[in-house]
């Protein structure tokens, strides 16, 4: 990335003149000035005033897989990590990273995506050094039939982590969103590579907001850690506790499957109860919400009738 040098002068948040930026990066003022425009494209905000130049208000701190790994409860040879200054899609760096089998797990961070992926090719916002964006790429023994609540076990795990930072009000919606306040903070997008019979590989996306620039659009309801917590969060230590956290419930989950989170998932989930619409294309039923199974299929109780729905195509809406 040609800005990282400039981001990196800027990320203190102190004003810099164009011309001392311009004698730093050995290029013109007016170069400053056009590569400053350019940072807009990633999502950084570059306030600019006359006579004292040019800042990133709050500064930023940049990711490094050695802060993270210090903040990871993990042995030496637990994890190959693997950080990207900028990146189409953590997921599709991991998938592509997975398509051999892998020795031990895999994970992909990034400061920025410029096509970050939600469910059915939706986007994710994935501004600049705001964030979290993690690909965690882990071999699945035995098939994937089993990785039907993988989603879900990967929301209890987040919905935990911020949990234990004091964040109230948590919750998870099925199959893969995670809310505080009834606003999503984050998103879950498993893929699958490989024999999906016998060994294959899952990759684990997750996107948590950190501290999301005012100029970000969302068409829904949304929130970050920053506005949660009152202060900037130290993205190296949430990476490093999630990649942890993951590792430990990929083992767990390769083992036992689902099972194990069933109850865990009730703790944070929003709908337990709830008048819902399950929505699947142009299906749409409507029911009380009545939890999830030992697999992770949705439970939805319509006229004394309690039927499953099984992630992929299905959304699921309050009402
Ligand atoms: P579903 O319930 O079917 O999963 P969804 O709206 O939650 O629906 P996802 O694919 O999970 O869909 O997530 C993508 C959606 O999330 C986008 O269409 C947008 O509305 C919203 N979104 C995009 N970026 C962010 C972000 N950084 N933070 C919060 N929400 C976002």
Not at 27 to 32: L, N
Not at 45 to 73: H, M, N, P, T
Not at 262 to 269: A, G, M, T, Y
Request: aromatic share 6%; net charge negative.
């Amino acid at each position: 990335m040609r800005e990282l040098a400039l981001i990196s002068v800027l990320s203190d948040g102190r004003f810099h003149s164009g011309e001392v930026l311009g004698k730093m990066l050995g290029v013109s003022r007016a170069a400053v000035w056009k590569r400053l425009q350019g940072l807009a494209l990633y999502g950084l905000e570059i306030e600019s005033v006359r006579g004292k130049g040019y800042r990133i208000s709050g500064g930023l701190s940049l990711l490094s897989e050695e802060a993270v790994l210090s903040f990871a409860d993990l042995s030496a040879d637990a994890l190959d990590l693997d950080l990207r200054t900028e990146t189409g899609s953590t997921n599709v760096d991991a998938l592509y990273a997975a398509r051999e089998r892998l020795v031990r797990p895999y994970a992909v961070i990034a400061e920025y995506q410029s096509s970050g992926r939600g469910r059915r090719g939706r986007v994710w916002q994935s501004p600049f050094a705001s964030s979290i964006y993690l690909s965690l790429a882990v071999e699945i023994t035995g098939g994937a039939a089993k990785l039907e609540g993988l989603s879900l076990a990967v929301g209890v795990v987040v919905a935990e982590l911020l949990a234990a930072h004091s964040i109230s009000d948590v919750s998870v919606k099925w199959p893969n969103d995670i809310l505080v306040r009834g606003k999503k903070i984050g998103g879950i997008l498993i893929e699958l590579t490989g024999d999906l019979d016998a060994s294959c590989r899952a990759i684990i996306g997750v996107g948590i907001n950190g501290a999301l620039p005012a100029a970000v659009e969302i068409d829904q309801p949304a929130t970050d850690l920053q506005q949660e917590l009152g202060l900037r969060p130290d993205r190296n230590q949430w990476v490093g506790q999630l990649l942890s956290a993951l590792i430990a419930m990929s083992e767990q989950f390769s083992e036992k499957g689902f099972s194990n989170f069933q109850r865990r998932w009730e703790r944070f989930d929003s709908m337990l109860g709830r008048s819902v619409r399950v929505i699947q294309g142009e299906r749409e039923v409507h029911g009380i919400a009545r939890g999830v199974t030992e697999r992770g299929a949705l439970l939805v109780e319509t006229e004394g009738l309690i039927a499953e729905y099984h992630g992929g195509e299905v959304s699921l809406r309050a009402i």
